[in-house]
C-alpha cells in the first residue's frame, strides 16, 4: 500500500530538531520557547486539590463554568469588553487546537487566508487542510510593521481570513492603533474574517497597551480571539487555552471543537480559575516579570557583537549575528550549538519563502542564572 501524504512538503518542526541538538551537545537552550522555571506553587496546590476532590472525568465541551467565568471577568477587568461565558467562551486543548478550530469554521474549499511570515507554523497546514490557500506575506524584520499597502493588494473575492499574531512570535512586535484602523478600511465592506492569536497577550513591555480587534467593536462580529493558559502561567505542558467569539462564531467553533479533543483536563481548568479568582493581579504583573528577563538578557547581548532588534512583547528576542558569519541561519544556529553551546532557532524555519537574512530568535523565559551563563563564550 502507498500511503498519499497530504503535507508531503512538511519536514521535521525545527524546534524538537534545535532541542535535540542542544541536548546532544550539552547546550544551554533559548530556542524551544518554553520557561525552564516552575508555576506558582498556589497553583500546584489548587491543581492537587482538584485532583483529589472529583474533577478527573470528563469536563462540559466548552469548559468548566468557573474558569469560562473568570476569563469573561478577566477581559472585562482589563479591557473593558464584555464575553458572554456561556456562549463567547470556549476552553481548548491549547492555543494551538484552538487556531485549527476557528480556522476550520470559516476556511472551505477554494478560500484564502492570508497569514504573516516569519510566524506560527501551524497556521498553514491548519488552512491547507480545510481546503483553503494560504497566502504569506513577509513582514520586514529591519524596520518592523505592517505593510498594509501589500495586504490590500492580497486581497481578492476569495479571501475569508487574516491572521494576527500580536505580540508577534518572533518578533516581538505588536498591534497599534493605527494598525486596527488600517485593517478595519481594508475589510469592513468584504466578508473578511480575523483570527487574532493573542497567546503573548499579557507579556507586553515598556508601558505599551495590549491591541487587539476583538476589544475593537468594529470586529467583534467576525473577529476570533486565541489566548494561552500555558504561556501566562508558565505550564505550557498542561495544553490549556481559549477562544472568545460572538455568538454565532462560537456555535461553528465547538461544532468542530468537540470532534477534536471534546473537553481538556478538568483538574488544571479548576486550578487556573481559582488563581485567576485569588490573584487578579497576575497578569498586570507578568509583562513586568518578563521585561526584567528582557533587560537583564539585553545587557548581556550587548557585551558581544550580536545586533538587538526591538521587541515589544512576547518572551523572545530577535538578534543579528552578521558580525559573527556570512552563514545562512541554519548553518550557525548548528554552529552555535557545536561552538558556543548555545541554542536558538533559525527564523527561516518560520517562512515559507524567506529573504536572506541574518537573524536568529532566543527565548528568554529562563531563570535569570541560565540567561547570564546562555553568553559566556561570547
Known sequence: MILKS???DIQESIFPKISRLANQAKATNLGQG????????????????????????????????????????????????????????????????????????VINTGDEAIIFDPGYDSYNPNIRLNGGTPVHLNLDIANPGYDWNMVKDAINPRTKLI????????????????????????????????????????????????????????????????????????????????????????VEFRKIHQYITYCSMGSTQMAIADM????????????????????????????TQFKILPCEGSYFQLVDYSAYSESDDNTFCEQLISERKLAAIPISSLYQK?????????????????LLKALELF
Open 6 to 8: 497530504k503535507f508531503p
Open 34 to 105: 518554553f520557561p525552564n522555571f516552575e508555576a506558582d506553587p498556589y497553583l500546584f496546590e489548587r491543581l492537587q486539590h482538584h485532583t483529589h476532590n472529583g474533577y478527573n472525568q470528563y469536563s462540559p465541551l466548552a469548559g468548566h463554568e468557573k474558569l469560562r467565568y473568570e476569563i469573561s471577568k478577566s477581559q472585562l477587568a482589563i479591557y473593558g469588553s464584555q464575553f458572554c461565558h456561556e456562549t463567547e467562551v470556549t476552553v481548548t486543548t491549547g492555543a494551538t487546537e484552538a487556531i485549527f478550530c476557528a480556522i476550520s469554521s
Open 163 to 250: 491572521i494576527i499574531n500580536t505580540p508577534h512570535n518572533p518578533t516581538g512586535l505588536t498591534f497599534k492603533k493605527h494598525d486596527l484602523d488600517n485593517l478595519w478600511d481594508l475589510i469592513k465592506d468584504k466578508d473578511i474574517y480575523v483570527l487574532c492569536d493573542e497567546v503573548y497577550q499579557h507579556i507586553i513591555f515598556d508601558n505599551k497597551k495590549h491591541i487587539s480587534p476583538i476589544n475593537d467593536e468594529r470586529f467583534r462580529d467576525r473577529t476570533f480571539s486565541i489566548s494561552s493558559f500555558g504561556k501566562s502561567f508558565h505550564t505550557t505542558g498542561w495544553r490549556l487555552g481559549y477562544c472568545l467569539a460572538p455568538k454565532p462564531l462560537t
Open 276 to 303: 485567576m479568582e485569588a490573584r487578579p493581579q497576575y497578569f498586570y504583573e507578568l509583562g513586568l516579570f518578563y521585561q526584567a528577563k528582557r533587560d537583564l538578557f539585553i545587557k548581556e547581548l550587548e557585551k
Open 354 to 370: 524567506a529573504p536572506k537574512h541574518t537573524y536568529i530568535r532566543f527565548c528568554f523565559a529562563k531563570t535569570d542564572e541560565v
